[in-house]
T-cell receptor
Framework: AQKVTQAQTEISVVEKEDVTLDCVYE???????LFWYKQPPSGELVFLIR??????QNEISGRYSWNFQKSTSSFNFTITASQVVDSAVYFC?????????????FGTGTRLTIIP | DGGITQSPKYLFRKEGQNVTLSCEQN?????MYWYRQDPGQGLRLIYY???????QKGDIAEGYSVSREKKESFPLTVTSAQKNPTAFYLC???????????????FGQGTRLTVV
């Protein structure tokens, strides 16, 4: 069975600091997708990134970067020069590519608070 | 604009009553999902549907029912059998191509259900 662990329940950093959110996953499949979502106070989940299990290249998008390491089953998310607008709950998710059983399994989320 | 609309945003229900949460999407997505979010537990899958007139139970389907009579609509009924229905409910949808989903899931803004 697939499982996603986000060990950090809450993190607080001062504005402009860098912060890394950890995500560790478990799956029996060799083919899967990993995702990060942001949930602002409004409640809607906002898609940030999707990564195929065959693509271990790290990705950078502005102040956001992701580090995917299959050897440690981790998909960590770093925000550089954090801003108050980054305050939200962040979810890591996993989806296995089994026909007929395609669903997202979410971690429990990390609440990030950026202190001005 | 395309998106997912959940209604109502807030819902109050007396114990013993059934209540139906609405989810409509105009993204032409094939697959739709219902998740429940409780504090500290992340998102858990209730039901999902890959095509019209077909749906599957997720991890916590007991006490819930769904229907998928139209591609755009996937209503969720919280029945009186659900012992602890107070939660935040999120609806999502994805594309489904060649038997595969796993493009990004789009989420609605959620319905907060409170049993009084």
């Amino acid at each position: 069975a697939q499982k996603v662990t986000q060990a950090q329940t809450e993190i607080s950093v001062v504005e402009k600091e860098d912060v890394t959110l950890d995500c560790v996953y478990e799956t029996r499949d060799t083919t899967y997708y990993l995702f990060w979502y942001k949930q602002p106070p409004s409640g809607e989940l906002v898609f940030l990134i999707r990564r195929n299990s065959f693509d271990e290249q790290n990705e950078i998008s502005g102040r956001y970067s992701w580090n995917f390491q299959k050897s440690t089953s981790s998909f960590n998310f770093t925000i550089t020069a954090s801003q108050v607008v980054d305050s939200a709950v962040y979810f890591c998710a996993l989806s296995e590519l089994n026909f007929g059983n395609e669903k997202l399994t979410f971690g429990t989320g990390t609440r990030l608070t950026i202190i001005p | 604009d395309g998106g997912i609309t959940q209604s109502p945003k807030y819902l109050f229900r007396k114990e013993g009553q059934n209540v139906t949460l609405s989810c409509e999407q105009n993204l032409n997505h094939d697959a739709m999902y219902w998740y429940r979010q409780d504090p500290g537990q992340g998102l858990r899958l209730i039901y999902y549907s890959q095509i019209v007139n077909d749906f599957q139970k997720g991890d916590i389907a007991e006490g819930y029912s769904v229907s998928r009579e139209k591609k755009e609509s996937f209503p969720l009924t919280v029945t009186s059998a659900q012992k602890n229905p107070t939660a935040f409910y999120l609806c999502a949808s994805t594309h489904w191509r060649g038997g595969r989903a796993n493009t990004e899931a789009f989420f609605g803004q959620g319905t907060r259900l409170t049993v009084v």
